[in-house]
Nanobody, 121 residues
């Protein structure tokens, strides 16, 4: 199993910055991709940013140019740098890890508990 712990959330003024971190433990050698998702009140959970074990990245259109995802050399810690924050970025942010299963092509997703990001205007 894999355990994910997020940190770095909080309250920030519009235009400010926050850095979120996700630390993975357990069977970390099986982790392929790690992503950040968010869910605002009344909205569906959406992908914010994704980074693979090969360090290729993907971003939601709404955060391109403002957010940056990175992965430590040991691949067990992922950081989301968030700049130029807007009240529309207010949400609970979740870390997700994709784990390869023994069956070829099969994966399992693990989730952290979430961290609240609130951007005031």
């Amino acid at each position: 199993q894999v355990q994910l712990v997020e940190s770095g959330g909080g309250l920030v003024q519009a235009g400010g910055s926050l850095t979120l971190s996700c630390a993975a433990s357990g069977s970390t050698s099986s982790i392929n991709d790690i992503g950040w998702y968010r869910q605002a009140p009344g909205k569906q959970r959406e992908l914010v940013a994704l980074i693979t074990s090969g360090r290729s990245t993907d971003y939601a259109d709404s955060v391109k140019g403002r957010f940056t995802i990175s992965r430590a050399n040991d691949k067990n810690t992922v950081t989301l740098q968030m700049n130029s924050l807007s009240p529309e970025d207010t949400a609970v942010y979740y870390c997700n890890a994709k784990i390869a299963l023994p069956v070829p092509g099969a994966y399992r997703n693990y989730w952290g508990q979430g961290t609240q990001v609130t951007v005031s205007s």
